[in-house]
Nanobody, 125 residues
Framework: QVQVVESGGGVVQAGGSLRLSCVASGRIVSMYFIGWFRQAPGNERGFVAQSGRGGGNKKYADSVKGRFTVSRDNATNTVFLQMNSLNPEDTAVYYC??????????????????WGQGTQVTVSS
């Protein structure tokens, strides 16, 4: 069992940056793949990025490549999502989630067993 808690959301102007944090606690946290998803009003929740167990093997949605960076500090059980060049289309509730099995369908919600409550990111134009 793993618990994950997101933080770092807020309001930022277009072109600005935010860094989200996902702190995990519980059983062998370093063995989990950690993914970031987001859900904008009226939309389904969608994949943003994933960090592999050791912090490598990073994956990104096409819409955020080159702007967002996922990183991991296993010493503090924290996964970060650095978001640069934000635009209003990035406005959403951002969630982190943990996957023990390393499912090959890493962009799909059902591959992740444990979810946080989300943190709101609002980008103003």
């Amino acid at each position: 069992q793993v618990q994950v808690v997101e933080s770092g959301g807020g309001v930022v102007q277009a072109g600005g940056s935010l860094r989200l944090s996902c702190v995990a606690s519980g059983r062998i946290v370093s063995m989990y793949f950690i993914g970031w998803f987001r859900q904008a009003p009226g939309n389904e929740r969608g994949f943003v990025a994933q960090s592999g167990r050791g912090g490598g093997n990073k994956k990104y949605a096409d819409s955020v490549k080159g702007r967002f960076t996922v990183s991991r500090d296993n010493a503090t059980n924290t996964v970060f999502l650095q978001m640069n060049s934000l635009n209003p289309e990035d406005t959403a509730v951002y969630y982190c989630a943990a996957d023990w099995n390393g499912d090959s369908r890493w962009s799909e919600e059902h591959s992740y067993e444990f979810w946080g409550q989300g943190t709101q990111v609002t980008v103003s134009s």
